[in-house]
């Protein structure tokens, strides 16, 4: 009985994101046995739970919009909707009516993976997602490794080596595709599907660490060295920190370039008009307009990509299916002139393109229909 309470409880706080990440490898251990031995039923408790997180998000949601003087009720029943299918989604998800109009799985699409592209400084560009473990070359006193797990790392050999201290190295990833690297100071990279970051194939005898996040979006974890600033450019703005984590989004069909920061401390400087920001913990920068906006956020939804998942809130269905365009690689046609529809909830990035579709349909605002790798956005 006490197992069961203790499980029971941990649901409670999987559904409302207070879980560890320990408790979070239990649940989602658990879940996926689960949904593989296609046992999966909603027990009373789960159902009781839905209801009670139903009424507290659309009361929260109803609070919300009336201050702002918008009787949406339709899209708050569907923000809501999204969020309590996504808290106990995996028990719905089994149980729902396969005769209800879906998007077509007919031409399903899968998910993204790990494909990237690398141009050394001499021109030379390798296709990382064929590209074989183990060395891929050396230059400027530095060995590049595809590791086991598929990460691109830079090795110092030899810091002697200065002939060409200040050759760049690009890594990009197509549409679809995601990658990590380890750059040669230690540093982690993960870049999202669609990015640019343009880097020096070695720090040696620099006075900062400079790399270019030339368009997309990339995590860093920064490796601590108080001599050597690390600082991110991109074509707003410069990001300067000595070791922290921290997510810049810097899409050019995006309306501004967002900055979050989970750990440490970072200096964000406006490019034309010199203006600076420090960023604290759960901080999130937008430049937009040549301004720098500063609002507390939770970060953790920041880098949801980077676990694998799509977070939204409150995002509009341009927004949404932004992200699914590049992730998918796919284009996007909207059928339908009402583009006001909002959702809300955390999806799992590693389904086919037609069960995302398919929970966001859930929501009853929104159907979709695909063809080849185009989506229609309908109703």
Not at 113 to 140: P, V, Y
Not at 231 to 250: A, C, K
Request: charged share 25%; aromatic share 10%.
């Amino acid at each position: 009985m006490s197992n069961q309470y203790n499980f029971k409880t941990l649901i409670g706080k999987y559904r409302d994101g207070q879980c560890s990440e320990e408790e979070k490898i239990v649940i989602e251990s658990w879940l996926a046995s689960e949904l593989q031995k296609d046992l999966l039923s909603p027990s009373v408790f789960e159902i009781e739970a839905a209801d009670v997180r139903m009424r507290e998000v659309i009361d929260k949601h109803t609070l919300i919009r009336q201050s702002n003087s918008s009787p949406l009720w339709p899209r708050l029943v569907a923000a809501a909707s999204i969020l309590i299918f996504i808290g106990i989604g995996f028990y719905f998800y089994q149980n729902y009516d396969p005769l209800i109009p879906t998007a077509s799985s007919q031409h399903d699409i899968a998910p993204g993976g790990n494909k990237a592209f690398l141009t050394l400084a001499n021109g030379k560009r390798i296709t990382l997602t064929d590209a074989k473990n183990g060395e891929l070359a050396e230059q400027s006193g530095v060995k590049i490794t595809k590791a086991a797990d598929g990460q691109l790392v830079y090795t110092v050999s030899n810091v002697s080596n200065e002939n060409n201290k200040k050759a760049y190295n690009t890594i990009e990833t197509p549409r679809g595709g995601t990658y990590q690297v380890r750059l040669p100071d230690g540093t982690k990279v993960w870049l999202n599907a669609a990015s640019t970051l343009r880097f020096p194939s070695s720090f040696a005898r620099l006075v900062n660490r400079r790399v270019e996040l030339l368009s997309g979006e990339a995590y860093f974890e920064v490796a601590k060295d108080k001599k050597h600033p690390f600082i991110v450019q991109t074509d707003r703005q410069d990001v300067e920190v000595l070791g922290t984590h921290f997510n810049i989004n810097n899409y050019p069909d995006e309306a501004s370039v967002k900055t979050t920061l989970l750990e440490g401390s970072i200096k964000i400087r406006n490019k034309f008009s010199l203006e600076s920001k420090i960023l604290k913990p759960n901080q999130q920068a937008a430049f937009t307009k040549e301004e720098i906006n500063v609002t507390n956020v939770d970060a953790e939804e920041a880098i949801a990509w980077k676990n694998g998942l799509f977070t939204f809130d409150n995002e509009s269905i341009e927004s949404v299916m932004r992200k699914i365009a590049r992730w998918y690689n796919v284009d996007v046609e909207f059928k339908s002139k009402n583009k006001d529809q909002v959702f809300s909830g955390t999806i799992s990035r590693f389904e086919n393109v037609s069960k995302v579709l398919e929970k966001l349909e859930l929501t009853g605002g929104v159907h979709f229909k695909i063809e080849e790798r185009r989506i229609l956005v309908m109703k």
